[in-house]
């Protein structure tokens, strides 16, 4: 009979002691692949949010502007680059920015500013200023109105510690107020009716101003008030512009959102004495795995000339990459522990099992089978347990992260806080399967082929006479 009829027979002769083998490696495969995937998503989550919202995958700049960000370092936006580029097979658009510094005042406060030059429609491609823009603000007389309504009493009770703050999201006021999903809809209706924020929008060609809501805090500034702008433009000219504010944004960086101010790019590039001038153009592309991003760099590369010069997203979020990559290593440590753990497990399972059959091993060798063959056969035994674990182990994570990728863990109180801080969703979302599944399970397969090698030695050094006394 061949060797992995006999080590399949023997498999399934002691059924008990087989399906605790297999067990042990599908629990390793199984947990390994959820947290690995969990842990994937979640640094997945955190670049695209980094990466989408600001500087997005691939930008077009002054190949000084990156490390000496002022007004001189632009260049030239023609219709033919913005063409070239759209043209482009992976492309879905161009966003052209213009971002600079001021000093910002109102009456008699002064600030310094961030002045980006957007346009207003092409900007959804990537931070999407439209969706920050302020839905609801806690005025003293809103607050009133609110305690008035309907609002659960312990509601009621926290309106004033919020008091002054503005809402862009039913999310973000959903965080502050620990409203319940099942409560969203009843509750939102009343903010809808009694704090209501009327915003407004800027579009191209007309000088009005959007600015972040802390920033309208400190300057004491509302819709239809007028901020005015100083700066150093182009070449050294003076900068300097009235500007009516539009709209008011809350951005969930509070940095950013204590000093930003979002112009029309033209109007920016009148502000500051540069026509036809951009300092940065951004590229919204479909597939953005690493392999097309290279080969798109490559490609822009070829369409213009110095001084322009193409960043791909690894070159303008270094500082990002590298706490990654730290984080990430402390999450390979969990990972190994994880595998220390299940190859305990593994070797626990396969020391019983060989401590069992020593008889049978030994019965086996007194009636003529070579300890070769037994040593086939016990290695086609355990191959065959820890196949049928790690399949039965990818099989049965793989529902298990389909469900977390589309349903991924939502954060609420003071852990969602600190997400929309950081200006992430505060959710942890999985990542659905890709490379990582092949290596989880290799290195589990790896652990059961070092366990073996206990079971072989023992049946090579095994005495028979004494095994037939166990």
């Known amino acids: 009979m061949k060797n992995y009829k006999i080590a399949w027979r023997n498999l399934w002769r002691n059924r008990r002691r087989t399906l605790i083998t297999v067990a042990s490696v599908f629990f390793a495969v199984f947990f390994a692949l959820v947290m690995r995937s969990l842990q994937l998503g979640t640094y997945d989550h955190m670049f695209r949010n980094a990466i989408e919202s600001y500087t997005g995958y691939i930008q077009i700049q002054h190949e000084d502007f990156w ?4 007004v001189d370092n632009t260049f030239e936006f023609t219709s033919d680059l913005d063409q070239d580029i759209r043209s482009m097979k992976n492309v879905t658009g161009t966003v052209p920015r213009f971002e600079s510094f001021a000093l910002a005042s109102s009456g008699t406060l002064t600030k310094g500013v961030l002045v980006m030059g957007i346009d207003p429609e092409k900007e959804a491609l990537l931070s999407d200023t439209r969706s920050k823009l302020v839905k609801y603000h806690l005025t003293d007389a809103n607050i009133g109105a609110l305690k008035n309504s309907n609002l659960p009493e312990t509601m009621k009770k926290s309106l004033d510690l919020f008091k002054g703050n503005f809402y862009s999201s039913n999310s973000s006021l959903a965080v502050d107020f620990n409203i319940e999903d099942k409560d969203s809809s009843m509750i939102n209706s009343i903010f809808r009716k009694h704090a209501s924020f009327e915003n407004g929008y800027i579009s191209l060609g007309e000088p009005g101003a959007l600015i972040g809501s802390k920033l309208a805090l400190y300057l004491n500034a509302g819709i239809g008030d007028t901020i005015v702008l100083l700066s150093q433009g182009y070449h050294g000219t003076t900068a300097a512009g009235k500007f009516r504010i539009n709209g008011i944004v809350k951005l969930p960086t509070p940095d950013f959102d204590n000093k930003i101010v979002y112009l029309p790019y033209n109007i920016c590039q009148e502000l500051y004495n540069a026509p036809g001038m951009l300092t940065s153009l951004a590229i919204s592309i479909k597939d953005n795995d690493d392999e097309t991003i290279e080969g798109m760099v490559k490609e822009i590369e070829k369409e213009i000339t110095p001084p322009l010069k193409v960043m791909e997203w690894r070159e303008m979020n270094k500082l990002m990459i590298n706490q990654m990559d730290a984080d990430s290593k402390s999450g390979m ?6 595998y220390l753990v299940i190859a305990f497990g593994i070797f626990g399972t396969v020391l019983m099992m060989t401590a069992e059959r020593r008889r049978e091993f030994g019965v086996l060798v007194a009636i003529g089978m070579q300890k070769n063959k037994l040593s086939v056969v016990v290695t086609m035994e355990l191959i065959m347990m820890g196949f049928l674990g790690i399949i039965s182990g ?16 939502r954060f609420h109180g003071e852990m969602a806080k600190m997400y929309e801080d950081y200006g992430m969703e505060a959710v942890m979302p999985f990542l659905l399967p890709d490379m990582y599944v092949l290596w989880q399970s290799l290195v589990v397969a790896i652990i059961v082929f070092i366990a073996l090698i206990y079971p072989l030695r023992k049946i090579r050094k095994m005495k028979v006479v004494n095994s037939l006394k166990a």
């Not at 490390?67 to 002022?70: A, V």
């Not at 440590?333 to 994880?338: D, P, Q, S, Y």
Request: glycine share 4%; net charge neutral; charged share 10%.
């Open 67 to 70: 490390d000496n960000k002022i």
């Open 333 to 338: 440590i969990m990972i190994f522990i994880l």
């Open 394 to 409: 990818i099989v049965a994570s793989l529902p298990v992260i389909f469900y977390g990728y589309s349903h991924p863990i």
